[in-house]
């Protein structure tokens, strides 16, 4: 059974880091587009970041662009998002996502096909 796992949320204080970790497995994700989402509550799911099959292209929303990296290993099938200096607007339940439509960037929820069951992460201010 395909299934996409997130770890690594939890709670920090503003400024602080933390560190997500996305693995595959039952399927290969390796050729797959993936990236990482996030829904603060009473609001849309949104994209973070996303990295193309290779690793080679990545985006970053503006909100976050210059706080975290994205990046993958597909030699373990995991994915990684580290995020620095955290704000309390990065409070949210963040998901990982897989695209089998795709190797290249997308940005948008269509695209995206696996999808694992969210991670909480809360930054105290």
């Known amino acids: 059974q395909e299934q996409l796992v997130e770890s690594g949320g939890g709670l920090v204080q503003a400024g602080g880091s933390l560190r997500l970790s996305c693995e595959a497995s039952g399927r290969t994700f390796t050729t797959y587009a993936m990236g990482w989402f996030r829904q603060a509550p009473g609001k849309e799911r949104e994209i973070a970041a996303a990295i193309s099959w290779s690793g080679a292209d990545v985006y970053y929303a503006d909100s976050v662009k210059g706080r975290f990296t994205i990046s993958r290993d597909n030699a373990k099938n995991t994915m990684i998002l580290q995020m620095n200096s955290l704000k309390p607007e990065d409070t949210a339940v963040y998901y990982c996502?897989?695209?089998?439509?795709?190797?290249?960037?997308?940005?948008?929820?269509?695209?995206?096909?696996?999808w694992g069951q969210g991670t909480q992460v809360t930054v105290s201010s």
């Open positions: 996502a897989g695209s089998s439509r795709t190797t290249y960037v997308r940005t948008t929820i269509p695209y995206y096909d696996y």
